[in-house]
């Protein structure tokens, strides 16, 4: 069982990059482990750290001014290859929700699965938040799933999410625990259909 998610307030960690796809996310070099933990210390690894595995200070999370539990990135975001390590290096880093106006489908389903929450929003708001976090520190942000709404300072947007990934987030179920979950019901109608 993972963490239940109803509503998150965060600070956020903006990251205006388009088209990142999940080789950049976690690199295929870290792919070996064998359990979902650790992945988060290779989460952009490329991008936070040079040759000489020094951290490059320009990078967001580098950056001691930004800090939270919710990712905010550029358009199209995990897109490339199915891997679903990209949605466990994000969730292990300490991430709970991913903010883009697009995200690769595959990406989207792995991040779901996992207990990451991949947050839809229009391209307007992307940008206003994305402009919001650059330029007012530790503003935040709120994730409401039970009523699928994002906000920060006065703006709102409602998202999509899929019902039933909606009620495996709320209760902290993956499908197997979903399963689990109705076994009483799954019991009585084998039961009645005996």
Same mark, same amino acid.
């Given at each position: ?93 300490? /991430? ?5 106006? #697009?995200?690769?489908?595959?990406? +989207?389903?792995?991040? %779901?699965? &996992? $207990? ?35 906000? /920060? ?5 409602? #998202?999509?999410?899929?019902?039933? +990934?909606?009620?495996? %987030?709320? &209760? $902290? ?22």
């Amino acid at each position: 069982m993972k963490e239940k998610f109803t509503t998150l307030v965060s600070t956020g960690v903006p990251l205006p990059i388009e088209n990142i796809d999940t080789d950049q996310i976690i690199p295929a070099r870290f792919l070996k482990a064998t359990t979902r933990e650790g992945f988060g210390d290779n989460l952009f690894r490329d991008w936070r750290y040079d040759s000489a595995q020094n951290p490059m200070a320009d990078f967001a999370l580098n950056q001691s001014r930004y800090s939270g539990k919710i990712l905010v990135a550029g358009k199209n975001f995990g897109c490339g290859s199915s891997r679903e390590h990209a949605a466990w290096a994000i969730y292990d880093y300490g /991430f709970r929700v991913v903010v883009s106006s #697009f995200f690769a489908d595959i990406f +989207k389903n792995n991040a %779901l699965n &996992n $207990g990451l929450l991949p947050v839809v929003v229009s391209d307007s708001f992307l940008r206003s938040l994305l402009e919001t976090l650059e330029r007012e520190l530790n503003t935040s942000i709120t994730v409401n799933l039970q009523d699928q709404k994002i906000k /920060f300072n006065d703006r709102e947007e409602w #998202f999509e999410i899929n019902a039933y +990934k909606k009620t495996c %987030l709320t &209760n $902290g179920y993956d499908d197997i625990d979903y399963l689990l979950s109705l076994r009483n019901e799954i019991k009585e109608y084998d039961l009645s259909h005996a």
